[in-house]
């Protein structure tokens, strides 16, 4: 099954091209989603302001469909969306490495305190 989170970057990868109006605003709504999950996620995990954190806080910001964000030059909207999805793939691949390094961690913690 392929990951939401991976399917949120190439959303943004893709909205790079002239698309439809209709297409940017449903890239809102499915980018604020998964900006939220991933945060809450990753809060959740650590319990702590990390940069990960911060970083799908600020996507939610900009990408907010009830508050939008109007920034006028195509070419800033392109960096937005390409550093968006970088973080998106990022997260998606190599951050889950760590988290689950984390989960090994605490359980072979208890486990040897338990003994």
Known sequence: MINF???????LFLSVFPLP??????????????????SLRE????QKLTV???GF??????FNP??????????VWVLIDFCAGALFIYYSFFRKVSIVNKIKFKF?????EEL
């Not at 989170?5 to 959303?11: E, G, H, Y």
């Not at 109006?21 to 991933?38: H, N, P, R």
């Not at 809060?43 to 650590?46: G, N, S, T, V």
Request: aromatic content about 14%.
């Open 5 to 11: 989170f991976v399917i949120c970057a190439t959303l």
């Open 21 to 38: 109006t209709e297409y940017y605003v449903i890239l809102k709504v499915i980018i604020s989603i998964g900006a939220i999950t991933a």
């Open 43 to 46: 809060w959740k995990m650590f």
């Open 52 to 54: 990960h954190f911060l």
């Open 57 to 62: 806080i600020s996507i939610l910001v900009v």
């Open 66 to 75: 009830i508050f939008p964000v109007e920034i006028g030059n195509k070419l």
């Open 108 to 112: 072979r913690k208890r486990t040897s």
